[in-house]
């Protein structure tokens, strides 16, 4: 299989997760500390398909370099957004 095709597909899958979650969240099936893990984790897979796609669309995967840049920018701006959705 392409690895745009294996991409894109794994890019559904980390969708359909987060859909879940936040619907799971919004209708009240997860209260309190779980309402708090399911927002971190779909943050976290926010961060992920970001990733996804800067390594197999744009490439990055083919310039360390610029990956490790681009991840690490990504890594401190999901940080920071993760602070302040516990901070609230």
Known sequence: ???VTRAWLFLLALSAGSTALSVAVAEGALAGILA???GAAIL???WAKARMILNAYLRLDEAP???RGFGLALALYALVLLGLYLAG
């Open 44 to 46: 976290t897979l926010a």
């Open 65 to 67: 370099a610029l990956r």
């Open 1 to 3: 299989m392409v690895r």
């Open 36 to 38: 708090t893990l399911g």
